[in-house]
């Protein structure tokens, strides 16, 4: 036995057995195409940029998969984006939509060589394409391309194209793992491989930089002004001066999380038993944990135990 492998706890004992709890959304799905993968980066870096997390973010978004270019209307490379807001918002379907207006008008329309197309066929849609389509000033033009029906705007590089309707789908916010480790370098490393692992199951968008948050954060607040603040019972430093309500374990010093959002329930199932495998390989990894607030949150639960009962690890 290496000394690594020593250092790695057995997977049922490494993981606690408790649940993530996620919630519904309603999301918008889009193909962006690009001449290459620089500006396809830079496109999608620009569409899900301040996109973290709702608290204070107009949604969340992120990069579902990567297509190359026999996958793509245009056969050209091109990354699938999901914008993600919460259901229980009243106004749920108007903002989503607005929200898909200002990044693509704003983040793909003005990314070079860039090109949007509708992902999700649904009853209902938004008129994206005609709307941002007013940026032609009166030049623009509805046509047939790539086997789709779009829009074309002049624009000073060329011409750019995006679908007439965009469609939306209910989807689930929220699935989340924690690592626990008693340095941040191990800490980090696990949330990392977590982060890229989820990242490869495709229609599961991570939403946080690199993947990964380092602030994970609780529901309500001392404050009456927000809506959310610090997890204190999980902070390592505040260990001591929360004495027993503290919930961190003796050799914490820190905790990172990853938040994932999706498609659908099974969708994020899988990429959270995918993470928990790549996290277990990091020699020194003390816990891995999910957050919950007891179903006041959501319903849509992911039992961490369930997820590797199959023994194939």
């Given at each position: ?8 706890l057995?997977l049922n ?24 993968r ?19 973010c107009d949604c ?15 056969g050209?490379?091109g ?5 993600h ?28 060589t ?37 829009w ?5 590089g ?13 989807g689930?916010m929220?699935?989340n ?5 008693g ?7 696990a ?13 599961c ?16 607040s ?54 928990i ?6 020699p ?26 199959d023994g194939?690890?």
């Amino acid at each position: 036995m290496t000394n690594s492998t020593a250092d790695r706890l057995p997977l049922n004992k490494l993981v606690e057995d408790t649940y993530a709890e996620g919630f519904r959304s309603i999301y918008g799905e889009i193909l962006i195409t690009a001449r290459d993968r620089r500006w396809l980066d830079r496109a999608t870096a620009a569409a899900t940029g301040h996109a973290s997390s709702t608290i204070l973010c107009d949604c969340e978004a992120g990069v579902a998969q990567i297509m190359d270019p026999s996958q793509t209307p245009d056969g050209r490379i091109g990354a699938v984006v999901q914008f993600h807001v919460p259901r229980f918002r009243k106004d749920r379907r108007e903002h989503l939509e607005r929200v898909m207006l200002a990044r693509i008008s704003q983040n793909v329309l003005t990314c070079p060589t860039a090109r949007c197309f509708n992902r999700i066929d649904s009853e209902d849609y938004f008129k994206l394409g005609r709307k941002i389509a007013f940026f032609g000033d009166r030049h623009q033009f509805r046509d047939e391309r790539y086997g789709e029906k779009g829009w074309v705007i002049p624009i000073l590089g060329g011409e750019f194209f995006l679908s007439r309707r965009f469609g939306y789908a209910d989807g689930v916010m929220g699935g989340n793992l924690w690592f626990y480790a008693g340095d941040e370098d191990t800490a980090i490393d696990a949330a990392e491989r977590a982060a890229v692992a989820s990242e490869s199951v495709p229609g599961c968008i991570t939403t946080f930089p690199g993947g990964v948050a380092a602030s994970g954060s609780k529901a309500g607040s001392s404050y009456d002004f927000t809506i959310a603040s610090t997890y204190a019972e999980y902070c390592p430093t505040l260990k001591e001066k929360l004495g027993e309500d503290s919930k961190v374990p003796d050799g914490v010093r820190c905790i990172m999380e990853i938040i994932l959002n999706g498609a659908d329930l099974d969708c994020l199932k899988t990429a959270i038993r995918e993470a928990i495998l790549a996290a277990a390989e990091v020699p020194g990894l003390k816990r891995i944990s999910a957050g919950n607030y007891g179903g006041r949150l959501g319903k849509s639960f992911i039992h961490l135990h369930e997820l590797i009962a199959d023994g194939s690890w």
